[in-house]
């Protein structure tokens, strides 16, 4: 099937034309959304199937970069870009289809360097035309255009007049989008650029971002100004009027105060509800309307329910009539006042019409005191946040709050002091490495409390250490990037060394996970890069420190056992010898008679029988021998050496420990691990991985620090 552009439909074969763009769009935007859209375009790619769905893309598969800021060919920069960014379908088209014209823009200097001039204009056509061709609509195809056309300004452009350039162009909301991509694009080239900081132009778009909410503030409060001088002069007047309930006062206070209140009301409380649309609101009704008014004005609800009983119900018509609300907006239920069970059954019942994931707003400001006990309730077991208008000074001659007074009060849930409790409960367990158990209370935490963005971060975080302890490193790839896609929501709760931390956590169980999960990926792949491997290493090194911590010593060995393992498996890989099958033929020339000899002489150092022939299948003993007899830089000799100690010394020292854990009950034998085994089999291991660290200069303090769990500090429960 061959992708081409939409025919009129008054052509023979439109329907089927039509049909078959069809199918192709959604297979290529399920492929997007996925969770790893790389995997599935890879698979595309060896079915032969890209170049029918995307043959500019096809094009790149393979296409050298040849410039030191790449790693990656066309193809696979893309992926990984695509990878990076979440899952909008918007961004990820740009993120896919960024480069897609780098084929046919390459050049190459006199020093053997590529490069693609013009690319991003070149690619932004190119992708107008492929998602035109897929029929998408105007404004889609646009959007995206307009992302990649700009992917490049994080280099180009260092000033705020280009930046608002940009941001007048594309809108607040694609330019966020931009700043994805630019992120993800940046992470995508060589270790050494994806090092950068953050450039100028996003310092600069943050910081105008800044300055516009400050401009915005001080517009706000320059007409709050002026609002509440005018709001003193009318309040005057009204007081000035006579008696309470004195017909000219109350008409005075209803067309000329209050619609004054009104808006100073709303203007003063918008910021607390932090620009967070409330899905619905359930309130009591009693013989004062105008609390409820400005409650419904300030928070705009989709939907409400009034609770009125037959003495209250008339003030519905000037509820309505001053808020605008429309027919299918609300509904009212009559209801005893001092019947409480028919109150909170009120509220279960719009709870589980209007949906548990909503926000929704118990205003508890009319009505009488038992209607108000019956709300609550339902509001501190339903999870649903109380609120209502109060006064800093009520006028009592007049019944009435003093105009400008009125406030928006959020109640505090009574599970917020019952929460305190729980979340310290929670803390203790993620400090002891309880992750499953502190994801449950965190996780309870996040669905009650009324501001749940901490438990929340908690809760994904605690379950992403889960997850790795577990080895099931995708999810907990998945539970990461839920804290890192919403740094606005999550970011306050950490501090900044700890979202990177974070951060790099997520890209090392993400790299290291995609060995382990794809089933056709062989260990020789996995052994043969040293950032996968080093990843999986240490993920395994904190998992066996948690348990050590624990007292689970035999877990903890078995942990530290299978990094003895990968070490030596890792060296022998590098010369193209798999453990599982060695091939001695395959090493150019090897001299296997003499390998065999020195393999034979430290066997008989260790009092082990001899080898007729090299081992084709090589246990951890045999490899760490092997490695001695074809005097690898990384072998027990030199590190005896580097540590100023007799080969055969550590040799002996090294079967002990290695015959001692092979006892355990976990190995092959009958024994428990106990504490002081455990301490001297890990000093040996940590002699070995800051050896090979050395060897392969790899930073082994700092990737150990960047992959240990977050620590919350004390009382931040």
Request: net charge neutral; aromatic share 10%.
């Given at each position: 099937m061959t992708l081409s552009r939409p025919i009129p439909s008054n052509t023979p074969g439109f329907a089927a034309e039509t049909q078959a763009t069809e199918d192709i769009r959604r297979e290529l935007e399920a492929a997007l959304l996925s969770a790893r859209p790389s995997d599935s375009f890879r698979i595309l790619v060896r079915e032969n199937r890209l170049p029918a769905l995307l043959p500019e893309l096809a094009a790149c598969v393979g296409f050298d970069q040849r410039n030191p800021r790449h790693h990656l060919d066309v193809f696979e920069h893309s992926l990984a870009v695509a990878d990076g960014t979440p899952p909008d379908l918007l961004l990820r088209w740009a993120a896919l289809l960024h480069d897609v014209a780098k084929p046919l823009c390459f050049s190459m200097d006199e020093k053997g360097i590529g490069h693609f001039f013009a690319h991003d204009r070149k690619s932004a056509e190119m992708a107008e035309d492929i998602l035109r061709q897929l029929?998408?609509?105007?404004?889609?195809?646009?959007?995206?255009?307009g992302l990649i056309h700009y992917h490049m300004t994080r280099i180009f452009f260092h000033t705020e007049r280009a930046v608002r350039k940009v941001r007048r162009k594309l809108g607040n909301e694609d330019t966020e989008r931009l700043l994805l991509l630019f992120e993800a694009d940046r992470r995508a080239h060589s270790p050494e650029e994806a090092s950068d900081g953050p450039t100028l132009f996003e310092s600069i778009h943050r910081r105008l971002q800044e300055d516009e909410k400050k401009e915005v503030a001080f517009r706000m409060e320059n007409e709050l100004k002026l609002l509440t001088e005018e709001l003193e002069q009318a309040t005057r007047e009204w007081m000035t009027l006579g008696e309470k309930k004195a017909p000219e006062q109350n008409a005075f206070y209803t067309e000329t105060v209050f619609p004054l209140v009104k808006r100073c009301f709303v203007l003063k409380e918008t910021p607390k509800l932090a620009n967070r649309p409330v899905d619905g609101m359930i309130m009591t009704v009693g013989t004062s309307p105008e609390p409820l008014i400005l409650s419904i004005?300030?928070?705009?609800?989709?939907?409400?329910?009034?609770?009125?009983?037959?003495?209250?119900?008339?003030?519905?018509?000037?509820?309505?009539?001053?808020?605008?609300?429309?027919?299918?907006?609300?509904?009212?239920?009559?209801?005893?006042?001092?019947?409480?069970?028919?109150?909170?059954?009120?509220?279960?019942?719009?709870?589980?019409?209007?949906?548990?994931?909503?926000?929704?707003?118990?205003?508890?400001?009319?009505?009488?005191?038992?209607?108000?006990?019956?709300?609550?309730?339902?509001?501190?077991?339903?999870?649903?946040?109380?609120?209502?208008?109060?006064?800093?000074?009520?006028?009592?001659?007049?019944?009435?709050?003093?105009?400008?007074?009125?406030?928006l009060d959020f109640l505090q849930n009574p599970y917020e002091v019952f929460g305190t409790l729980k979340r310290r409960e929670a803390t203790g367990l993620y400090q002891r490495h309880d992750f499953q158990?502190?994801?449950?209370?965190?996780?309870?935490?996040?669905?009650?409390?009324?501001?749940?963005?901490?438990?929340?971060?908690?809760?994904?975080?605690?379950?992403?250490?889960?997850?790795?302890?577990?080895?099931?490193?995708?999810?907990?790839?998945?539970?990461?990037?839920?804290?890192?896609?919403?740094?606005?929501?999550?970011?306050?709760?950490?501090?900044?060394?700890?979202?990177?931390?974070?951060?790099?956590?997520?890209?090392?169980?993400?790299?290291?996970?995609?060995?382990?999960?794809?089933?056709?990926?062989?260990?020789?792949?996995?052994?043969?890069?040293?950032?996968?491997?080093?990843?999986l290493i240490l993920i395994l090194y904190h998992n066996a420190e948690r348990r050590d911590d624990q007292g689970k010593w035999d877990t903890a060995c078995l942990f530290m056992y299978r990094i003895m393992e990968m070490m030596e498996q890792r060296r022998l890989a590098l010369r193209d010898i798999d453990t599982a099958k060695a091939d001695y033929g395959v090493i150019e020339g090897l001299d296997e008679k003499s390998v065999l000899t020195a393999f034979n002489k430290i066997r008989q150092v260790l009092k082990y029988s001899q080898f007729s022939a090299l081992p084709s299948e090589i246990s951890l003993l045999n490899g760490y021998t092997l490695l001695e007899a074809l005097d690898d830089p990384f072998s027990i000799g030199r590190l005896a050496s580097a540590k100023g100690d007799k080969p055969e010394k550590y040799w002996s020292m090294f079967k002990k420990q290695i015959e001692r854990r092979n006892l355990s009950i976990l190995a092959h034998g009958y024994e428990y691990i106990s504490r002081k085994d455990y301490s001297e089999f890990k000093r040996l291991v940590d002699d070995l991985l800051a050896f090979l660290a050395d060897v392969e200069g790899f930073d082994l303090d700092t990737g150990k620090k960047a992959m240990s769990a977050i620590e919350f500090e004390p009382g931040e429960e």
């Open positions: 029929c998408y609509p105007e404004d889609f195809v646009l959007r995206v255009r004005l300030l928070c705009r609800p989709s939907e409400v329910v009034f609770l009125h009983t037959r003495e209250t119900e008339d003030e519905l018509d000037r509820i309505i009539e001053d808020t605008g609300l429309r027919n299918r907006q609300w509904k009212k239920i009559c209801v005893g006042e001092t019947n409480l069970p028919e109150i909170y059954r009120a509220c279960v019942d719009a709870w589980t019409e209007w949906g548990q994931d909503k926000r929704i707003l118990v205003d508890l400001t009319g009505g009488t005191k038992a209607m108000a006990a019956g709300l609550m309730a339902g509001a501190a077991t339903l999870n649903m946040q109380a609120v209502s208008v109060a006064n800093t000074r009520f006028v009592r001659e007049y019944r009435k709050p003093y105009p400008g007074s009125e406030y158990g502190a994801a449950a209370i965190y996780g309870d935490l996040a669905r009650r409390v009324a501001r749940p963005d901490r438990d929340e971060s908690r809760f994904y975080l605690s379950s992403a250490y889960e997850s790795m302890d577990g080895l099931n490193l995708k999810t907990a790839s998945e539970w990461l990037d839920r804290i890192l896609e919403a740094p606005n929501r999550y970011g306050p709760h950490f501090t900044g060394e700890q979202l990177a931390r974070i951060r790099k956590q997520r890209d090392a169980v993400r790299l290291a996970a995609g060995y382990l999960e794809d089933r056709r990926t062989d260990a020789m792949s996995l052994l043969k890069d040293r950032a996968a491997l080093f990843s």
